[in-house]
């Protein structure tokens, strides 16, 4: 399993710094025969251009192909369905992050387990929040985390919490607790859950799925938040980071939904200090690796180029880069999102086609063999600062 040696990932004693995609919807495809051949496709492409983490969803709560369908009565199909995302992983050497669930209501998330508690257990909650802080709504993730982590999959026979492919758990996509903008109710749901998942898998890696939002706690940082909005989240990137049992950071990045859906520099300026407070963050207040697990610009804003897509993804790469030539917590970068052909109408604006646009396939597959040859020549001298001349002389030319 890759593992964490101070703010860097290590796999057998070498450094693991990672390229990475996201695509959250593998699970639902794999419920249907039409369409799991979907899923085999996205692993190959991924895997071509040397991609070695993918993100998603571990969780599809009520609803459409629902992986739980009531609190703890699962669909068994659609759990061989994951079983298969994870099985299809493993063959094409792709590791895996699994999101346990939801912030918002795609895919049921916390608002379905509000619901849940007033419908089955008789409660009267009236706030998706109440997830956060009631025993039954907490007991419900509980034993959700539970059953996923001890799955045995039918492909491998493989328990989840013993199978190296999983690089990570994330305990909620996109955490937020609006209702208590002072960031307790959040912060005491971090340290309580990510108590119960090491208890049960104390081997993986765990994150938290921040978006790196700085709260009250941290008002020097706020400058660096994309929005007053985003400082009263209830989340807070240093405090969130710092309960035990959590092994690195997360960060997303949207200045298209966050700052304006006019494209312009005005992005890549923000993404550069944005990338740059967490990353000096990660060294010198958290001791830990930051990994930015959701980068992206959408093709339905205004002004929106492939050319300026491939811009903003050439600088989240180059900064990766720089930290990872100074031995700093930059551990890697996951694209939002990775597409095969054929899925349009899960489209959300941020599909990426590799074999649609060869420039954007051919940036990526340059940072794949960068990191890769990084990871493999790396000696890791003095304080795991890379002073190998050879790793250094190795590399591509500069994006």
């Known amino acids: 399993m890759v593992a964490r040696k101070g703010n860097q990932f290590v796999l057998g004693g070498q450094p693991f710094y990672l390229n990475g995609f996201n695509t959250y919807w593998l699970m639902i495809l794999a419920a249907d025969n039409s369409t799991r051949g979907k899923v085999t496709e996205t ?3 991924a895997s071509a251009v040397g991609l070695t983490v993918g993100r998603t969803w571990a969780f599809n709560d009520g609803g459409w192909r629902a992986l739980q369908k009531s609190p703890s009565l699962y669909d068994e199909d659609v759990f061989k369905a994951l079983d298969f995302v994870v099985s299809e992983a493993r063959r094409h050497r792709i590791r ?5 669930i939801n912030n918002w209501e795609d895919f049921g998330g916390k608002a379905q387990y509000v619901k849940w508690g ?6 009267n909650l009236t706030s998706e929040d109440d997830f956060f802080t009631h025993p039954t709504l907490k007991d419900y993730y509980k034993a959700h985390v539970k059953t996923v982590l001890n799955r045995v999959n039918t492909f491998t026979n493989i328990t989840y919490k013993d199978d190296p492919t999983i690089f990570a758990w994330e305990l909620m996509n996109e955490a937020q607790c609006r209702a208590d903008p002072s960031g307790n109710s959040l912060q005491v749901w971090i340290e309580e859950m990510a108590f119960h998942v090491k208890t049960i898998d104390p081997n993986h890696l765990l994150e938290v799925g921040l978006e790196g939002f700085y709260g009250p706690l941290t008002p020097d940082r706020q400058q660096f938040n994309p929005n007053t909005f985003s400082g009263q989240a209830g989340t807070d990137f240093i405090r969130n980071h710092r309960a035990l049992g959590i092994d690195f950071a997360t960060v997303h990045m949207y200045p298209d939904t966050w700052i304006s859906t006019n494209v312009s520099n005005t992005y890549l300026q923000f993404v550069e200090s944005w990338m740059q407070s967490h990353i000096d963050d990660a060294d010198k207040m958290l001791g830990m690796p930051v990994v930015f697990t959701e980068f992206g610009v959408s093709e339905k804003d205004h002004n929106f180029s492939v050319k300026f897509r491939d811009s903003l993804i050439n600088t ?5 880069m720089n930290s990872a ?3 700093g917590s ?3 970068c996951l694209l939002w999102q990775l597409f095969p052909e054929g899925v349009d109408y899960m489209n959300d604006g941020y599909s990426v086609v590799l074999t649609k646009y060869p420039s954007t396939s051919n940036i990526i597959s340059l940072q794949s063999k960068r990191i890769k040859i990084f990871n493999s020549k790396c000696s890791w001298i003095s304080h795991w600062i890379c002073r190998n001349k050879e790793c250094v002389d190795a590399l591509p030319e500069e994006l």
């Open 118 to 123: 007033n419908e089955a257990a008789g409660l």
């Open 330 to 332: 930059g551990g890697g």
């Open 43 to 45: 692993f190959e492409y």
């Open 96 to 100: 895996l992050i699994l999101s346990l």
């Open 316 to 320: 989240v790469y180059n900064n990766i």
């Open 325 to 327: 030539m100074k031995g």
